[in-house]
């Protein structure tokens, strides 16, 4: 047991590399949180529904699908290296993609800049998850994966930031009259062109400037020596995948994975409209968001240290169930104390991504680098299930209290989709607690 206790979460010379890796974390946090608030914009902007609206969602964790198998291949064909500035070319390209998509005045180039970024943000997650698991002992693997995952949420603030004074504090057409009804529906078309042109200007800025920054990331880790060369490749890609398919305890992980990553966009998402239900504007409601993404970080930090004491799979189990209460609580407490409750489901939610990572790919080996391919492949949960609540937001009108189910509005009832995506989550916390560890 003592000898246990003194293995290092990361070893010391590994210290800078987990640093610099970990960085990331904090990067593709950054990109998923600007882009929450901006299905409420565009929405706005050029006049949608809600359900055209979620294809700002359906697009951006749709690249996670696509890319997620190629960049597995680049990175057991080569190394995590190659693999990180692939994903960071790409994450610069769609980017920048934002200019020419802001002058052509498009949805569908915003949605193709969308999609190309994330191939980027598919290569970088397919990469840094397994090198950080591989980073040290396989005993502290879930931990070590947990601390560097608790950076996510910084950069997540930071996007929101950026959102929340660069982005929606500026648009036009997010402008209010005296008796709380939108400017911008009122205007002629030529007033409501001239607005659109500059909204998509203002949301075309702070992406550009981000696809320089990253670039600026690219050439420093170029630059960088990683104690890493040639990833071993004894064993193809195909047979790796037919192994790793016969393991339960990594497709219920795949599955579950994909379950929680829906339940968590659709909660980050749906706040603003949740808010905007109960007179709160989008911009003020960036402080709810901010809200739920501290006190993420906080139990983030808090789950991390109990698993050093609470058995992950217990713990999973236990956070899926107190969210499934505070998900009742946002269903069925109408006003601002549902709005309280749907804060509080990020606390549950801290720990779920990373400790279902590390359990699906425990003791998998090499094998681990194709199965992270399919744990990132399994965040286009975020990609379809938004749309589906975006449908049940539309039913009656593209209003959020057009009509009432059980007794509440439209958009309280729509989540009702993440409380049963966390009874899968449950479920597999407990078949990891009681079973998984016993094998």
Not at 7 to 30: D, N, R
Not at 290 to 300: D, E, K, P, T
């Amino acid at each position: 047991m003592k000898t246990e206790q003194k293995i290092p979460v990361v070893a010391k010379e590994l210290l800078f590399p987990f640093i610099l890796i970990t960085s990331l974390f904090a990067l593709w946090g950054f990109a998923n949180d600007i882009t929450n608030p901006m299905v409420a914009a565009f929405k706005r902007i050029l006049e949608l529904n809600n359900t055209q609206a979620s294809w700002v969602q359906a697009a951006f964790y749709g690249g996670y699908f696509t890319m997620a198998l190629p960049a597995a291949y680049v990175v057991k064909k080569f190394s995590y290296k190659v693999g990180i500035l692939v994903g960071l070319a790409l994450y610069a390209v769609g980017a920048l993609m934002f200019y020419p998509a802001a002058a052509m005045e498009s949805y569908i180039f915003f949605l193709l800049a969308l999609y190309v970024l994330t191939f980027g943000l598919a290569f970088l997650e397919t990469t840094a998850n397994p090198y950080i698991l591989a980073m040290g002992a396989e005993e502290t693997a879930t931990l070590r994966l947990n601390l560097a995952q608790a950076f996510n949420p910084l950069g997540a603030l930071s996007g929101l930031f950026v959102a929340q004074f660069f982005i929606l504090g500026a648009l036009q057409s997010d402008d209010v009259a005296s008796d709380g009804s939108y400017i911008y529906e009122t205007l002629s078309e030529s007033a409501k062109a001239a607005v659109k042109t500059s909204d998509l200007m203002v949301i075309r800025n702070p992406y550009v400037g981000l696809g320089v920054f990253v670039i600026f990331m690219f050439v420093v880790i170029a630059m960088v020596k990683m104690p890493e060369g040639k990833t071993e490749n004894q064993v193809g890609l195909r047979e790796s995948i037919k192994r790793i398919f016969k393991k339960e305890r990594f497709v219920g992980g795949m599955l579950t994975q994909m379950f929680y990553v829906g339940a968590q966009i659709m909660c980050w998402t749906y706040i603003y409209q949740y808010a905007e239900n109960i007179g709160i504007n989008n911009r003020d409601a960036v402080n709810y968001a901010y809200a739920a993404l501290v006190i993420f970080l906080v139990s983030r930090f808090l789950c991390t240290y109990l698993m050093k004491f609470i058995n992950s799979g217990r713990l999973l189990m236990i956070l899926s169930l107190l969210a499934i209460v505070f998900c009742a609580g946002t269903i069925f407490m109408e006003g601002i104390g549902g709005l309280y409750s749907l804060v509080m489901v990020s606390f549950c939610m801290s720990l779920m991504f990373p400790t279902i990572y590390g359990i699906a790919l425990t003791g998998l080996g090499d094998d681990a680098k194709s199965a992270s391919a399919f744990l990132v492949m399994a965040i286009v949960g975020g990609a379809f299930m938004p749309m589906l609540q975006g449908l049940i937001l539309d039913i009656g009108g593209s209003g959020y209290s057009d009509v009432r189910i059980l007794g509440v509005p439209e958009v309280n009832f729509s989540f009702i989709l993440p409380m049963l995506c966390f009874f899968v989550v449950a479920f597999y916390g407990h078949r990891a607690y009681k079973k998984y560890d016993l094998e």
